[in-house]
C-alpha cells in the first residue's frame, strides 16, 4: 500500500505490455511396458513411476538389458537407434507380485489409482509427470502390449487429456488384407478406431539380435516414436514423419508392394485406410510412409495430418502455459492488448519458423458480454495454418505438335 505521505521522488514498476511464450518440448517420448528390474540395482527399481531416460546408458542402469518377455529395453534400443529422444518410461512389472513378467496384464498397463495412496499406476502415471519434470510426453506407445485392442481406447483418453499422440501396432502374423479390413466394423483386430490422437502401424519390423545372432521381429511403433523425436529436433515438429529413413532395420514382416507412382500398390493401400507402413522399393531404404492418423478416411479435417495434429497441440499448450502470468490480473484494456500482443508474437516467431503458415489471435467484444467479463472471464480468438505435407504431387503433360515448329530453326 502506498505511503500516506511522501516529501521527495518515488518510482512505481508497472508491467504491461507483450510477455514471451515458451515452446513445450516435442521430442519426447512416453513409453510403457516391462523391465527387468530384479537385475538392476535397488536404488534403480522403479514400478509405476515415470523415469526420464536420456541415453543409453541410464536405460541399462534403471531397466537393465534386454531378456525375451520384457518390452521396455528392446524399445529404449529402437528409439535410440534414430539418433535422438528422451523418454518418461513406466514400468509396470513388480516381481514380488507377478514373479513372471508373463503375468503382467493389460489391466496393468492401463493403470488405476490406488484407493489408499492416491498413487496413479499404468498409463495413468504419465499424467504425473508435467509435476515432476516441466512437462508430458507427447508421444505415447506400449510395444506389444497395444496389439490388445482393449487398451487402444484407454491410450486415445490419455492422448487428448496429456495433448499427445498414441502409436500401437497391428498384432504379429496380421495380412494386409486383415489390416485393412481391422479397419472397419467387421474386423477383428485393434485397428477399429477413427481418432486423430492414435496412429496405426502395420507391419513388424527385422531386427538383428546380436545376443542370439538371430533375426527377431520387433514393433513398429517404437522405432516410429523415435523417427518422430530426431525428425522434431532435426526438422521441426511441423514436419510430417512420413518418408524418413528407418535406422536399425533389415526388413518388415511381410514384403509390402511399394511403388510412388501406383496407386494399387500395398503401401499406398494401407495409407488410404488411415494406416502409416514402411516404404521399400528399389534403393530407397526403409522408410516410414504414411502422413494421416486414424482418423483417416473417416474424418477429412486437416487434423487428420499428423503433424497438423501435433502443431495444433503445441501452439495450444504453449499458450495456456504462458497464460500464468496473466490469470487473476484486473481485466482492463492494457490486458486485453498484452494477451493479444503476446500470443501474436509467438505466432509471428512460428511463421518465420515455417512451423505456420499464417495465423492471429485477436479479441472479440461479440464473445464477451459484460455478464461474462463480470464473472472474470475472457474469450480470445486463435486462427491459424501449418504447413500441409506434400502428400501428392500431379504433373499435367501435353504432347503439342505446334512444338514441332522449331525443327530446322
Known amino acids: ?57 541410464d536405460a541399462v542402469k534403471y531397466f537393465g538389458n534386454h531378456e525375451d518377455g520384457y518390452t521396455i529395453p528392446q524399445a529404449l534400443n529402437a528409439i535410440f537407434d534414430q539418433g535422438a529422444g528422451v523418454v518418461l518410461v513406466i514400468n509396470v512389472f513388480d516381481p514380488e507380485t507377478h514373479q513372471d513378467v508373463s503375468k503382467v496384464t493389460i489391466s496393468d498397463i492401463i493403470g488405476s489409482i490406488d484407493a489408499d495412496t492416491g498413487k496413479r499406476k499404468g498409463l495413468k502415471a504419465f499424467e504425473d509427470c508435467y509435476s515432476l519434470f516441466g512437462y508430458f510426453p507427447k508421444t505415447i506407445i506400449a510395444p506389444v502390449y497395444s496389439e ?22 497391428a498384432p504379429v502374423g496380421t495380412s494386409v488384407q486383415d489390416a485393412i479390413t481391422g479397419r472397419g466394423p467387421e474386423g477383428s483386430i485393434n485397428f477399429n478406431i477413427s481418432s486423430d490422437r492414435i496412429i496405426l502401424c502395420y507391419p513388424h519390423l527385422k531386427v538383428y539380435n546380436s545376443s542370439t545372432d538371430t533375426i527377431v521381429l520387433e514393433p513398429y ?17 511441423h514436419w510430417s514423419p512420413s518418408n524418413t529413413t528407418i ?84 481485466i482492463d484494456n492494457g490486458l486485453i492488448d498484452s494477451i493479444t500482443e503476446t500470443v501474436n508474437s509467438f505466432i509471428r516467431t512460428l511463421i518465420g519458423r515455417g512451423a505456420l503458415i499464417d495465423g492471429k489471435c485477436s479479441y472479440n ?14 474469450v480470445f480468438d486463435i486462427e491459424f495454418m501449418p504447413p500441409t505435407p506434400a502428400e501428392r504431387i500431379t504433373f499435367e503433360s501435353f504432347i503439342d505438335i505446334e512444338l514441332l515448329k522449331s525443327l530446322g530453326q
Open 1 to 57: 500500500m502506498a505511503a500516506s505521505f511522501l516529501h521527495g521522488v518515488e518510482t512505481i514498476e508497472i508491467e504491461k505490455g507483450a510477455r514471451t511464450i515458451k515452446t513445450v518440448k516435442t521430442a519426447i517420448i512416453g513409453l510403457i511396458g516391462t523391465a527387468p528390474i530384479q537385475n538392476v540395482d535397488d536404488e534403480y527399481r522403479t514400478i509405476n513411476e515415470p523415469v526420464l531416460i536420456l541415453n543409453e546408458i
Open 148 to 169: 490388445d485392442k482393449t487398451l487402444v481406447p484407454e491410450m486415445e483418453t490419455l492422448c487428448k487429456k496429456i495433448k499427445a499422440i498414441g502409436i500401437v501396432d
Open 221 to 237: 511403433s517404437q522405432r516410429l516414436a523415435g523417427v518422430i523425436a530426431a525428425k522434431d529436433i532435426e526438422k521441426g515438429y
Open 247 to 330: 535406422n536399425g532395420i533389415l526388413g518388415v514382416e511381410k514384403q509390402l508392394t511399394s511403388m510412388i507412382n501406383d496407386p494399387t500398390s500395398e503401401v499406398n493401400t494401407l495409407n488410404e485406410a488411415g494406416i502409416v507402413t514402411v516404404f521399400n522399393s528399389y534403393g530407397s531404404g526403409f522408410r516410414t510412409w504414411g502422413n494421416r492418423s486414424s482418423a483417416y478416411p473417416s474424418s477429412t479435417h486437416v487434423t487428420n495430418f499428423i503433424n497438423i495434429r501435433r502443431t495444433a497441440d503445441i501452439i495450444h499448450e504453449s499458450v495456456e502455459y504462458s497464460m500464468l502470468q496473466f490469470i487473476d490480473f484486473p
Open 365 to 378: 467484444p461479440d464473445k464477451n458480454p459484460v455478464t461474462e467479463i463480470a464473472n472474470g472471464h475472457l
